[in-house]
């Protein structure tokens, strides 16, 4: 008997290098002792972006081909008819699964960094995102945005491959650089306001293990706005396929 298909534990594995190393990276920033404690912004935008990199080669190899490791993407492949219902049920699980326990291995890695920091404020941001300036409207328009130019950049550059455009141009092995480098361009322009979730696994699956964990002198946590980091993005993500069917762009099937 087959325990997990392959694009489930694709998935899951995937997206819990993609949280481990980019949750990571803010819980280095952020707490006390750190050796790499408020080394700043561009620390963990480059973090993040290198660890969507990680997290696609990470999909691949174990099972996942299209790597989606973001609900929003898969949406999005749903919309254009390449991923069933039931393949999305298997993709959604396995990134949710994969976030959630990716955040309960960084609680282990930074276990001593948490009792010596008192700001439950950073105990949460190295779980899920917090806005800036709280106004649910206007974040939700900031992850759409950041969402929207997340599908929309992965179409623009998946569509080099396409049919409709001949010939390769993009060498398969390539995308994964290229994807790490668009999150990273969103983290840096446009991820000031939320802290640019962009994936609802991301952030729902950690926020999960923060409720749960028993982390010392912890907050809530922030359960009023943690519908703003799932439909921010899935509206980004509508919004990026209309344009796509609009102007005839479309992810090839396999990407």
């Known amino acids: 008997m087959v325990l997990f298909t392959n694009i489930f534990l694709g998935e899951l594995v995937g997206t819990f290098v993609l949280v481990l ?22 620390v963990i935008t480059t973090g993040w972006g290198l660890a969507v990199m990680m997290g696609v080669f990470a999909a691949q190899a174990f099972g996942s081909a299209g790597a989606h490791i973001n609900p929003i993407v898969t949406v999005a492949f749903m919309l254009l008819g390449s991923v069933t219902f039931g393949d999305a049920m298997l993709y959604f699980s396995g990134q949710f699964l994969g976030a959630f326990l990716a ?5 282990l890695a930074y276990y001593r960094h948490y009792e010596e920091t008192e700001d439950a404020d950073l105990k949460l941001l190295t779980f899920s995102t917090m806005p800036a300036i709280s106004d649910p409207i206007w974040n939700t328009v900031t992850e759409a945005i950041g969402s929207f130019m ?10 080099q491959n396409s049919p409709n455009y001949g010939s390769s141009v993009i060498p398969t092995g390539l995308f994964p650089f290229l994807i790490g480098g668009l999150v990273w361009s969103i983290g840096l322009s446009l991820g000031g306001p939320t802290g640019y979730a962009i994936n609802p696994a991301r952030d729902l699956g950690p926020r999960i293990a923060h409720f749960l964990l028993p982390i ?5 946590s922030g359960w009023n706005y943690a519908w703003v980091p799932i ?7 509508i919004i990026a396929w209309i344009f796509g069917m609009m102007f005839g762009v479309f992810i090839p099937k396999n990407f």
């Not at 997340?150 to 569509?159: K, T």
């Not at 010392?216 to 809530?220: I, L, M, N, Q």
């Open 216 to 220: 010392p002198g912890k907050r809530d």
């Open 150 to 159: 997340l599908i929309g950049g992965i179409y623009m550059i998946a569509v």
């Open 231 to 237: 439909v921010g993005p899935i509206i980004g993500a």
């Open 21 to 42: 190393l980019g949750d990571g990276v803010v819980a280095a920033v952020l707490l006390n002792k750190s050796k790499a404690q408020n080394s700043g912004w561009i």
């Open 103 to 107: 955040a309960v291995t960084v609680w």
